[in-house]
């Protein structure tokens, strides 16, 4: 991680994140009570199926909890952060794909992921 917009970087550390398509992962990062959280949305498989949203508590080092999102053919996920602090996640889905934004409040937030 680079806390000076990318002039230098941290310690690279492995995941435990299981191998997905990189190009289907939406990633931001949230505070909540002070704390960092990244947040990673993306396709759990078989294939690309099955969008699930997980959260990190240490940079990416270990990631806590997975909730799934969309089950089906899911596809180019993204992660916005709004103004109130809920997220909306932009996904495609379905085969003929539908664009579809889901809204999650800092309510689901504290009790599906924290």
Same mark, same amino acid.
């Given at each position: ?35 960092? @959280?990244? +947040?990673?949305?993306?396709?759990s498989g078989p294939g690309r ?26 596809? @180019? ?13 932009? @996904? ?11 809204? +999650? ?10």
């Amino acid at each position: 991680m680079s806390k000076d917009n990318g002039e230098t970087w941290g310690t690279f550390h492995e995941s435990t994140m299981e191998a997905f398509s990189p190009v289907d992962m939406g990633f931001n990062k949230i505070s909540i009570n002070s704390k960092i @959280y990244f +947040l990673a949305s993306f396709p759990s498989g078989p294939g690309r199926r099955n969008l699930v949203l997980s959260i990190s508590n240490n940079e990416g080092k270990t990631w806590q909890k997975s909730r799934l999102i969309c089950e089906g053919i899911v596809s @180019y996920s993204d992660i916005a952060i709004l103004k109130d602090g809920s997220l909306l996640i932009l @996904y495609g889905k379905g085969n003929p794909k539908q664009v579809i934004a889901c809204r +999650l409040d800092n309510d689901w937030l504290k009790n599906e992921l924290l």
